[in-house]
């Protein structure tokens, strides 16, 4: 047997937008430690995902399926960028995100956090209303 060959399962949870619904999924795809560096983020037909900021990490996003709206809003300026399959793009940190899936299939985007996704960092994500982000609300 080869020793140096680990096979393990990767953890999926359902995602829920702030009112409850469920809105996709996610799923690590790989882990140093207890940090995720890769994961996918997948969006139901429709469904919207955000908004929120992240203090510490960038996102790196790279569509693998579908298509998805990334709606940002910088300066409190509200950008859209269409993202398909092989597209990607890089938001930086302290940068409000919202995702929309906007095709008639689950969207599907692998994110690359820079750094990478720590869960011992609590208050890293801070979650926003569309209201708040236009009333220029900082949290």
Same mark, same amino acid.
């Given at each position: 047997?080869? !020793?140096?060959?680990?096979?393990? !399962?990767?953890?999926?949870?359902? %995602?829920?937008? /702030?009112?409850?619904?469920?809105?996709?999924?996610?799923? +690590?795809?790989?882990?140093?430690?207890?940090? %995720?560096?890769?994961?996918? =983020?997948?969006?139901?037909?429709?469904?919207?995902?955000?908004?929120?900021?992240?203090?510490?990490?960038?996102?790196?996003?790279?569509?693998?399926?579908?298509?998805?709206?990334?709606?940002?809003?910088? =300066?409190?300026?509200?950008?859209?960028?269409?993202? !398909?399959?092989?597209?990607?793009?890089?938001?930086?940190? +302290?940068?409000? !995100?919202? /995702?929309?899936?906007? =095709?008639? +299939?689950?969207?599907? /985007?692998?994110?690359?956090?820079?750094?990478?996704?720590?869960?011992?960092?609590?208050?890293?994500?801070?979650?926003? %209303?569309?209201?708040?982000?236009?009333?220029?609300?900082?949290?």
């Amino acid at each position: 047997m080869i !020793t140096q060959v680990i096979e393990d !399962t990767a953890k999926k949870v359902a %995602t829920y937008d /702030l009112d409850g619904k469920e809105n996709g999924w996610l799923m +690590e795809l790989f882990k140093e430690g207890d940090k %995720t560096i890769a994961y996918i =983020s997948a969006a139901l037909p429709g469904a919207f995902k955000g908004y929120h900021l992240h203090r510490i990490r960038a996102a790196r996003y790279i569509c693998l399926k579908g298509t998805m709206k990334i709606i940002l809003y910088i =300066s409190g300026k509200r950008e859209e960028h269409i993202l !398909t399959p092989g597209k990607r793009i890089y938001i930086p940190r +302290e940068t409000p !995100t919202g /995702l929309q899936c906007v =095709s008639d +299939e689950e969207a599907w /985007l692998i994110n690359y956090p820079d750094p990478p996704y720590d869960p011992s960092l609590k208050d890293e994500q801070v979650d926003y %209303t569309q209201e708040e982000l236009e009333q220029g609300i900082v949290k």
